[in-house]
């Protein structure tokens, strides 16, 4: 049996049934160079901004996670302040990275953020030094690792001066707590400082991180070209535009949809413009006979910037319709 076969197991606990990973895995999914980088993204990356938080149901998180990394899934991507309550989602990948995927660690992209709110006080929030290593650090404790694949700065700071959160992120990376930086949501006019420092430094950024789907293209507005130039890599997140984009909304808001249970989603979006635009691609989907789903992460796909594409599942059901997409 080779190096790295599938036969091995990964370490659980005395009570808990053993997870073995399927074989082969990685002739299920494709992936891209990161930039120009040595590292390789699979297109498929599976998120934690919702769904995984403290009051979601463990089991069919760990289902999800064990799933995604079968078919060859081996970005995982989180964030500080994902939940709810902030903090959460880390813990919960925790578990199910101790209980699952432990023994392969080297197989495996993790990457966190720091920026957003996180504690109350002057220092839980934004880019300051103080914030970023001290976030670094709660992340580290809260998924039990001993580094991270990709540490972001996750957006930027109208105040702290840009050196300063830069030279945290090479701080970080130098100190081995993360192996490569990022960042994400940055305007070009910050984004070119922040590249230009961190190379400087002898830390080139490894990714730009941005929303970016059919609806939200404002991206292609120099963020993507920019990225390239630098030899960054671009990381897709939100390309199902929080549901919108899965077939859900072509006649009206549906009584279980997003829009009518959360504040992150608004129903004054849903204009008569965007449901002729949404039916539009529906009926494109449906010429090329793959889902609305499927059609929506290919066309971001199709952008030879883009390394891999954040997605999310409140289920593992879900997660395949996404999956399906490669």
């Not at 079968?70 to 995982?76: E, I, Q």
């Amino acid at each position: 049996m080779p190096c790295g076969s599938s036969g091995t197991l990964s370490k659980t606990d005395d009570n808990m049934e053993n997870y073995r990973l399927t074989a082969p895995r990685y002739e299920m999914m494709k992936y891209r160079r990161c930039g120009k980088s040595g590292l390789l993204l699979s297109e498929i990356a599976l998120g934690f901004w919702q769904n995984f938080g403290a009051d979601a149901d463990y089991e069919e998180c760990r289902k999800i996670v064990e799933y995604a990394f079968d078919h060859g899934v081996t970005y995982f991507d989180l964030a500080n302040n994902y939940g709810p309550p902030c903090g959460a989602a880390e813990e919960m990948f925790g578990q199910i990275w101790h209980r699952s995927l432990e023994n392969h660690r080297d197989e495996i992209i993790i990457a966190t953020k720091a920026g957003h709110h996180m504690w109350p006080g002057p220092y839980g929030e934004w880019g300051s030094r103080k914030n970023l290593i001290a976030s670094v650090d709660q992340s580290l404790r809260r998924m039990k690792l001993d580094y991270v694949d990709i540490f972001y700065s996750h957006r930027p700071d109208p105040v702290t001066p840009l050196e300063e959160t830069m030279q945290a992120l090479v701080d970080i990376v130098r100190s081995g707590k993360a192996l490569y930086a990022g960042i994400s949501k940055y305007p070009v006019d910050m984004a070119e400082k922040a590249y230009a420092y961190l190379r400087a430094h002898d830390v080139p950024a490894l990714v730009y991180q941005g929303r970016y789907n059919l609806i939200d293209r404002g991206v292609e507005d120099g963020v993507l070209e920019q990225a390239a130039a630098e030899g960054a890599g671009f990381v897709a997140f939100s390309p199902l535009h929080q549901g919108l984009l899965t077939g859900k909304y072509l006649n009206g808001i549906p009584s279980d949809a997003r829009m009518r249970k959360e504040d992150s989603l608004k129903s004054e979006v849903l204009t008569e413009a965007l449901i002729s635009d949404l039916r539009k691609w529906h009926e494109e989907a449906l010429g090329e006979g793959i889902s609305d789903v499927q059609y929506a992460l290919r066309w971001i796909l199709r952008r030879p910037e883009v390394t891999s594409v954040i997605v999310g599942a409140r289920n593992l059901e879900q997660f395949k319709s996404s999956l399906s997409a490669i």
